[in-house]
């Protein structure tokens, strides 16, 4: 058995990342919780704080879910000052009080506001008033704001209209002096990919995602990301209608600013087990940041072993900070359609790290199918007509679902009591805690777990086969047989 050498150019990759917005944060996608998907308006202290401590017993924390996330609804209007007051029914203690808990159990607290008159539920929104609401979160300790676009009094139109609307938030949060997280909810208007970077730390690309996978909605008018006629974002997007809005621009995330796909729906029931692992695969390497919104408190064994498996986040998480990108699409008559005529087949690819790929078979189709792709289109990126030095090696084939938690083992998670219970569990099956092992270090160690299951080699020249059912995902990490250290070469691209 052939394993490839070891090797990481941390210096080097320390050298090559692109700053986005100077604000040192999300150097990889944010990832936590946010209550909208779930909640909705029912929010409160206690809901925040009791999904937090099922966030640290379940291991979600340690898996890096950092980011408690209050949504919409939580203020009672302004004060005589003009200055945001939070509802004393829903948060009696106030918003700094919810903050310090937060803090205190090993979270950063993230709040919701619109760049608008008013929020998307119609309670008070913060435009016009940018740095007093500003001011104010930072009081309270907040460490991350989505700001959202609903009734912005017809300041949209052009990419310089809503950039000054947004950009107002940006320059007042800048100068509270606190590290707010600052992340874009825009629905990808005003083509908010050429400029959200400048300015915030991740930006919304589409209408807001619902819990289907491929099914069309007209709410969700904008599927394709070069259709002029494409004018209202909308909502009910669906996971498909997301990813390909997406594909032309993937490349304009990096480091310090990702193109949000939205909130991960897994958990909620609309979808089965293929799609779920479809959806939560596609959206790590995609670089889109990882909320979860389900209701922590009815999570299922199937739930939980989707969004823990530290392979598949190690993809988000990966310190290159690289999107795959579609390098194979098929939408032809050939490919089975459901009853609203979707069908399609993806392939996607893109490099890691430490010189490691990751290749991606999504199947939209309404059947079981066998896909392929040759080595010269994986790495067609590093060279087309099969020039990529890359082709000319022999690369080891790891799965990484073939780690997942077993049902069994999820299940026993579940149902242990308590903390202490719970991380005996965990600590017994040996899960993996990027608390105390970062990302980047584990992978630099090569800790198996991070790796998933070896299924085989793909030889020089040669191709990938596999079979992927029906509304699924097949997620493959290669590794260099030879040990070749390819990461020096494609890193100077990077750079270009």
């Excluded at 909705?40 to 966030?55: G, I």
């Excluded at 998307?120 to 991350?144: K, N, P, Q």
């Excluded at 970077?197 to 070069?226: E, K, M």
């Amino acid at each position: 058995m052939r394993f490839p050498k070891k090797g990481l150019l941390v210096a080097l990759l320390s050298a090559s990342s692109v700053r986005a917005v100077n604000n040192g944060l999300a150097r990889t996608p944010q990832m936590g919780w946010n209550n909208w998907n779930t909640f909705a308006c029912s929010v409160s202290s206690s809901l925040l704080t009791s999904t937090a401590k099922l966030l640290t017993e379940y291991g979600l924390r340690d898996l890096g879910y950092k980011y408690v996330v209050l949504d919409d609804c939580w203020s009672a209007g302004r004060d005589a000052d003009g200055r945001l007051v939070a509802d004393e029914t829903k948060f009696p203690e106030g918003m700094a009080a919810v903050a310090d808990a937060l803090h205190e159990m090993g979270f950063l607290f993230g709040m919701y506001s619109s760049a608008g008159e008013m929020t998307c539920a119609r309670y008070e929104g913060s435009l016009d008033h940018e740095e007093s609401d500003a001011a104010s979160f930072a009081s309270w300790g907040v460490d991350y704001l989505k700001y959202d676009n609903c009734y912005h009094m017809g300041r949209f139109g052009t990419p310089l209209i809503s950039f000054d609307r947004f950009n107002a938030m940006a320059k007042a949060l800048k100068k509270t002096g606190r590290a707010i997280l600052y992340s874009l909810c825009s629905w990808g208007e005003d083509y908010v990919h050429t400029w959200g970077g400048s300015i915030a730390n991740s930006w919304r690309v589409s209408g807001d995602i619902y819990d289907s996978f491929a099914r069309p909605d007209d709410l969700c008018s904008c599927t394709d990301a070069a259709d002029p006629a494409c004018i209202a974002p909308g909502t009910h997007c669906s996971v498909l209608a997301i990813i390909n809005k997406v594909a032309p621009y993937i490349d304009r995330g990096l480091p310090g600013g990702w193109n949000d796909l939205d909130m991960l729906e897994v958990g909620h029931g609309g979808m089965t087990d293929e799609e779920y692992k479809a959806h939560f695969s596609m959206w790590a390497a995609l670089k889109s940041p990882l909320l979860l919104g389900n209701d922590l408190r009815a999570m299922t064994p199937s739930s939980l072993s989707i969004v823990n498996n530290p392979a598949i986040i190690a993809l988000s998480q990966d310190p290159r900070g690289r999107a795959v990108q579609r390098i194979a699409r098929n939408a032809s008559a050939a490919v089975p359609k459901d009853r609203h005529g979707v069908g399609e087949t993806h392939v996607w690819s893109g490099p890691l790290a430490n010189g490691d790929q990751v290749v991606v078979f999504f199947n939209a189709a309404d059947a079981d199918l066998d896909m392929a792709a040759p080595l010269e289109d994986v790495f067609i990126m590093d060279g087309v007509g099969g020039t990529a030095a890359q082709v000319r090696q022999d690369w080891a084939v790891h799965d990484l679902w073939g780690g997942r938690m077993k049902e069994e083992d999820a299940r026993a998670l579940l149902d242990a009591e308590g903390e202490e219970a719970r991380r005996r569990v965990l600590k017994g099956l040996g899960w993996y805690n990027a608390t105390e092992v970062p990302y980047a270090e584990g992978l630099r160690r090569r800790d198996p777990r991070l790796f998933g299951e070896r299924v085989g080699v793909v030889e020089a020249g040669g191709e990938i086969r596999v079979r992927v059912p029906r509304h699924a995902a097949k997620v493959f990490r290669l590794q260099s047989v030879s040990g070749e250290d390819t990461v020096r070469k494609s890193l100077v691209r990077d750079e270009l």
